[in-house]
Nanobody, 117 residues
Framework: EVQLVESGGGLVQPGGSLRLSCVAS????????MSWVRQAPGKGLEWIST????????SHADSVKGRFTVSRDNAKSTLYLQMNSLKPEDTAVYYC??????????WGQGTQVTVSS
């Protein structure tokens, strides 16, 4: 059974940082591309970033480029999202997803990030 379990969310002040983690199980993590997606209150899903299986390639949405960085540790079956210079508009539930082109076929339960003073 595929499981994706996110952690690391919370309340942070504008300008602050958080690192999200996603521990994967039930599939061969090191062979799969992975993505982060978020959903802000009252809004639709927004793709944030994708990293390929060996972390040699990654991409980020324009809205987070230069502030967020996706990474992975295949030995630990863990995906990360380092978020710096956080803004109130980054407030959302963040989901870790398994990327099986062209779909995101498995999703975690999400972790809440709130950016507020």
């Amino acid at each position: 059974e595929v499981q994706l379990v996110e952690s690391g969310g919370g309340l942070v002040q504008p300008g602050g940082s958080l690192r999200l983690s996603c521990v994967a199980s039930g599939f061969t993590f090191s062979t799969q591309a992975m993505s982060w997606v978020r959903q802000a209150p009252g809004k639709g899903l927004e793709w944030i970033s994708t990293v390929n299986s060996d972390a040699s390639l990654s991409s980020h949405a324009d809205s987070v480029k230069g502030r967020f960085t996706v990474s992975r540790d295949n030995a630990k079956s863990t995906l990360y999202l380092q978020m710096n210079s956080l803004k109130p508009e980054d407030t959302a539930v963040y989901y870790c997803t398994k990327y099986n082109y062209p779909d995101m076929d498995y999703w975690g339960q999400g972790t809440q990030v709130t950016v507020s003073s």
